[in-house]
C-alpha cells in the first residue's frame, strides 16, 4: 500500500489535536501546521508530500481560496477536505464551490474517518490512472513503431519479390560484396542462380579499367535519395565484356543500409504495383489475425463447412494467471510475453489453421482438419508445452499454463458469434474446474435444441429443473468514482445429464419456448434473495442485478410475487437491480414500462442491459430507469476502435442527460479502462475485474482491490 500521509491545517491547537489522535489510531501519518500567511504554508509544502489535506477555517489560517490554489499547483491529486463546526446546505456548497472534494463536521470521527479512507482511495485510482494513460501512451508509441518496422519488413519483403521478377538486373552491395542479385542481373553475369554470385565483390565482375572510379565511388557516402550513373564494362562468362549503364542508389536491406546497383544494357522496365497492405487485418503486438477479422473469417468458414460437410472445430485459449503475471511484471514485459506464447502458437498449430489473438490474454484458432480427434490432439500439444515451457521477461522468469476449450462446427452452430459463445463456455469449465486443461463443448445440449416435438423440449426442462441441475455464479461490479457498497450480477450456470456444463443461452432459449421459463426466473430470484439476505447479516451494503425475461417480465402478477419475495427474506428494494434486455424493452415497450413503475414502488431498481447492441437509443428516452450496460461488443476492442469509441461515447452522453448510470459489460483488459475512465463511466464488470464465481467475496473497499484494476 502506497504512503499515506495526512496535513492538518488549523490555528485550534485543542481541533487539530482531537483530529490527529483519531487518524493516528487509524494507522495514517500525520502532520499538524498553524500557518499564519500563505507563504509559510508554501514552505511547508516544499519539505513534504502529504497526500490529503485537511482544512480547519480560523482566523489565522489562509482562505481557503489561496489553499486550494497553492495545492493545484503543487499537484493537482491532494484532496482537500473542509472541517466545519456545523454542516449547512449554504456552508457545504461554498466549500465545494471553492474546489474542496468534501466537507466534514468537527468531531464527527467516523464520518471523518470514512470520507478521508474514500478520497485516499479516489486520490489513489486518479494518480495510477494517470500513470496507466502515461504507460498508455508509451505502449501506444511502441505498437505503432511495431507497425511501421512490420509495414517496413513487408515492403522490403514486397520490393524483394517485385526485384525478383524486374527485368532489369539489380544487386544488392555491402562493403563491396554482393548480398542479394535478381535472377535478371544472375542472368546477365551467366548464371541461372545466384549462388556463384552472392559474397563476391562486385570488382569481381567489372573491367579492370574501371575498378579505381568504381571502388572511389563505393566508398564516397552518398544520400539515400540520390542517384549516380557510371559506364562500366561488365565481365561475363565465357564472353566478350559487355557494355552496361549503372545506376547506384541508397536502400536498407536486411536491416543494412546497402547500394543498390541497377544494371541497363538495353531499354527500360516498369515496376509492376504491390498487393494491398493488409496491416488491418493483424494484431500489432502478435503479428496473428486480430478479433474483427478472425469472426469473419469464421463466418464465412462455418457457411462453407455447412454445405461441404468438412470437418471444422474453434479452439478458444486462455491464459490461467496471466493478470497476476501482468501485475508482477508490467504492461510492456507482458506484450512481449504474449508475443512469445503467440509465436509457440503458429510454431505448433502452423500455417494450416488459421490463428488469431482474440483478446488481451486469449487465442482462438480456426482447426482444419478431417478428423475430430486432431483439434484435441494439437490442443494438448500446445497445453503441455506451455505447462514445460520458462520464458524470461525483462529479468523475470515466468511460468504460466492456460485452458482450452474445444467447439466442433457443426449444423447446429448457426454462426461465428454462436461458435465462440459455445468455445468459451467450454473454456470457462476448464479453467473453473483447476485450469491447465481441456474441455471440450458438449453436444447433447444442441442435438435437443433441434427437436421439434414441443413436449420433449418441456421434459427436457423440467427434468433439469427437478433434478437441480444449476447453480448461481456471481460477477463483481466496481464503482470507477468511488461509491461505496459491493454490486454482484448474478449469473445461471446449467449442467447437462453427464454433469458437463452448457451454455446458459442455450438452455434459456429453449426454456422461453414453453412455459417454464418463468418458473426458471423465479426460481433464480429466490435463489438470489436467500444468499442476498444471508450476505447482508454480515454487509448490509451489498446489492444484485438480476436478470429477467420477456415472458416472466410480461406476468401483470410479478411485481406483487416480488414483492412477498421482498418481505419473506426481509430484504429492502434498494439492494435489488432487475436486468431487461434492450431487444425486451424495445420489442414490449409497455410491460417493460408497467415493470419500471411497479419496480420503483418497491424502491428496485432497473437496468437496461445489452444496450446498443440492438442499436435502438430511443427506448430509453421513454423508461426512467436507473442503469444502462452496454453491451460488451462495443467494449471489445475499445482502445483500437474509433466506431466503438463513438458508439460508447454517445451511450454515456445519452445516460448522463436523462441522470441514468452507465457500466461497461466485459471489461477484459486493461487497455479500455482508460478509455472509460475518460468517459466517466460509472461502473465496469469483467474479468479484468474478477471473473464469475460461486463466493460473494470481492473486497471492494480495500485499495489493493481497486488496484488491480488498473496496474
Not at 106 to 117: A, W, Y
Not at 353 to 371: E, K, P, Q
Request: charged letters at 25%; proline letters at 2%; one cysteine or more.
Amino acid at each position: 500500500m502506497e504512503s499515506q500521509n495526512i496535513l492538518i491545517i488549523e490555528d485550534v491547537k485543542d481541533r487539530y489535536k482531537a483530529q490527529a489522535v483519531v487518524l493516528v489510531q487509524a494507522g495514517y501519518s500525520v502532520q499538524a501546521v498553524q500557518p499564519d500567511s500563505i507563504e509559510q504554508l508554501e514552505d511547508h509544502l516544499a519539505t513534504s508530500s502529504p497526500d490529503i489535506v485537511l482544512y480547519g477555517k480560523g482566523e489565522k489560517t489562509p482562505k481557503l481560496e489561496s489553499v486550494i490554489a497553492l495545492l493545484a499547483q503543487e499537484s493537482a491529486e491532494i484532496p482537500l477536505i473542509v472541517i466545519i463546526n456545523k454542516l449547512t446546505k449554504r456552508s457545504v456548497a461554498a466549500a465545494e464551490n471553492c474546489g474542496a472534494a468534501a466537507v466534514v463536521q468537527h468531531g464527527q470521527s467516523e464520518d471523518l474517518l470514512r470520507t478521508v479512507k474514500k478520497e485516499l482511495r479516489s486520490a489513489l485510482l486518479h494518480r495510477r490512472v494517470a500513470r496507466l494513460e502515461s504507460e498508455f501512451e508509451v505502449i501506444q508509441l511502441q505498437h505503432r513503431i511495431i507497425e511501421l518496422e512490420n509495414t517496413l519488413r513487408e515492403k522490403e519483403v514486397r520490393c524483394i519479390d517485385l526485384t525478383e521478377d524486374c527485368r532489369n538486373a539489380i544487386a544488392y552491395i555491402y562493403e563491396g560484396t554482393h548480398i542479394y542479385a535478381n535472377r535478371s542481373y544472375c542472368n546477365l553475369l551467366g548464371h541461372d542462380n545466384d549462388d556463384e554470385i552472392i559474397g563476391t565483390p562486385l570488382l569481381n565482375w567489372i573491367d579492370l579499367h574501371y575498378n579505381v572510379m568504381l571502388t572511389k565511388l563505393l566508398r564516397n557516402p552518398f544520400a539515400r535519395n540520390d542517384i549516380t550513373k557510371l559506364k562500366v564494362k561488365l565481365i561475363q562468362d565465357d564472353a566478350e565484356p559487355v557494355e552496361a549503364d549503372m545506376e547506384f542508389s541508397m536502400v536498407k536491406y536486411d536491416n543494412k543500409l546497402c547500394t543498390q546497383i541497377t544494371v541497363r544494357t538495353s531499354g527500360e522496365q516498369k515496376i509492376h504495383k504491390s498487393s494491398p497492405d493488409t496491416l488491418r487485418h493483424h494484431d500489432m503486438i502478435t503479428g496473428l489475425y486480430n478479433r474483427q477479422y478472425f469472426m469473419k473469417v469464421l463466418d464465412e468458414k462455418i457457411a462453407s463447412s455447412v454445405k461441404s460437410g468438412m470437418f471444422q472445430a474453434l479452439t478458444f485459449i486462455l491464459l490461467d494467471n496471466f493478470k497476476t503475471i501482468r501485475e508482477k511484471i508490467g504492461i510492456a514485459a507482458s506484450d512481449s510475453l504474449i508475443s512469445e506464447i503467440a509465436e509457440l502458437i503458429r510454431e505448433i498449430y502452423g500455417h494450416e489453421h488459421t490463428i488469431a489473438r482474440f483478446g488481451d490474454y486469449t487465442f482462438t484458432v480456426l482447426n482444419n482438419y478431417s478428423y475430430k480427434e486432431g483439434a484435441y490432439q494439437l490442443a494438448e500439444t500446445l497445453r503441455s508445452r506451455l505447462e514445460e515451457h520458462t520464458m524470461s521477461v525483462d529479468g523475470h522468469t515466468v511460468r504460466t499454463t492456460c485452458s482450452i476449450g474445444i467447439c466442433v462446427i457443426n449444423e447446429h452452430v448457426k454462426d461465428a458469434q454462436n461458435a465462440h459463445s459455445r468455445a468459451d463456455l467450454a473454456c470457462e469449465l476448464a479453467r473453473t474446474s483447476g485450469g491447465n486443461q481441456i474441455h471440450v463443448h458438449s453436444t447433447t445440449i444442441d442435438a435437443q435444441i433441434d427437436r421439434e416435438v414441443e413436449n420433449k423440449m418441456d421434459d427436457m426442462v423440467r427434468k433439469t429443473i427437478d433434478e437441480d441441475r444449476y447453480y448461481l455464479v456471481y460477477q463483481p461490479i466496481i464503482s470507477l468514482n468511488g461509491k461505496s457498497g459491493g454490486h454482484y450480477e448474478v449469473l445461471l450456470r446449467i449442467l447437462d445429464e453427464d454433469g458437463h456444463m452448457i451454455l446458459p443461452g442455450q438452455f434459456l432459449s429453449l426454456a422461453e419456448k414453453s412455459p417454464l421459463i418463468m418458473e426458471i426466473d423465479h426460481r433464480v430470484v429466490q435463489m438470489a434473495f436467500k444468499t442476498l439476505a444471508e450476505k447482508h447479516e454480515e454487509e448490509e451494503n451489498t446489492a444484485f442485478f438480476i436478470k429477467l425475461s420477456g415472458e416472466t417480465l410480461a406476468d401483470p402478477k410479478l411485481p406483487e410475487w416480488i414483492k412477498l419475495q421482498l418481505n419473506r427474506f426481509s430484504l429492502k428494494g434498494e439492494s435489488i437491480i432487475f436486468e431487461i434486455p434492450e431487444s425486451v424493452a424495445a420489442n414490449k415497450p409497455n410491460e417493460t414500462q408497467a415493470f419500471v413503475q411497479a419496480m420503483q414502488a418497491l424502491d428496485c431498481k432497473v437496468a437496461i442491459e445489452h444496450f446498443g447492441y440492438a442499436n435502438k437509443p430511443e427506448i430509453i428516452k421513454h423508461l426512467s430507469v436507473d442503469y444502462l450496460k452496454i453491451d460488451g461488443s462495443l467494449i471489445n476492442n475499445l482502445a483500437t476502435s474509433v466506431d466503438n469509441q463513438k458508439k460508447v461515447k454517445a451511450i454515456v452522453d445519452l445516460a448522463r442527460s436523462n441522470d441514468t448510470l452507465c457500466i461497461a459489460e466485459h471489461v477484459d483488459d486493461a487497455y479500455c479502462l482508460v478509455m472509460l475512465w475518460e468517459y466517466n463511466i460509472d461502473y465496469i464488470q469483467g474479468y479484468l475485474v474478477q471473473e464469475p464465481s460461486k463466493e460473494l467475496n470481492h473486497d471492494f473497499e480495500d485499495e489493493a482491490a481497486l488496484a488491480v484494476i488498473i496496474d
